[in-house]
Nanobody, 122 residues
Framework: HVQLVESGGGLVQAGGSLRLSCAASGGTFSSYCMGWFLQAPGKEREFVAAISWSGVNTYYTDSVKGRFTISRDNAKNAVYLQMNSLKPEDTAVYYC???????????????WGQGTQVTVSS
């Protein structure tokens, strides 16, 4: 099955930007829909964004629309999350997810990476 490794997290000031990357291996990447989730301390894992296998269709939770952009490069087996205008409430561990359909990704019935920490200071 597919294995996922996230990178790109870090500490940034409010209003700044980060670009998260997720490298996939062990599966046919182009056949997977991909997603990003976040988990803040003491809270459940929440959906952030998803992208179809072709990259044509993207989906976002309301709180990140207009600030975050999900994209993928099937030739590089990678998915990205460009995060702009970051806010302190965006602070969380961000996880990459993969599954055969968008609905499966959103339902959290997916393969997960180990996560990357994003901290936004005020």
């Amino acid at each position: 099955h597919v294995q996922l490794v996230e990178s790109g997290g870090g500490l940034v000031q409010a209003g700044g930007s980060l670009r998260l990357s997720c490298a996939a291996s062990g599966g046919t990447f182009s056949s997977y829909c991909m997603g990003w989730f976040l988990q803040a301390p003491g809270k459940e894992r929440e959906f952030v964004a998803a992208i179809s296998w072709s990259g044509v269709n993207t989906y976002y939770t309301d709180s990140v629309k207009g600030r975050f952009t999900i994209s993928r490069d099937n030739a590089k087996n990678a998915v990205y999350l460009q995060m702009n205008s970051l806010k302190p409430e965006d602070t969380a561990v961000y996880y990459c997810a993969a599954d055969r359909s968008i609905s499966a990704v959103v339902a959290k019935t997916a393969h997960w990476g180990q996560g990357t920490q994003v901290t936004v200071s005020s």
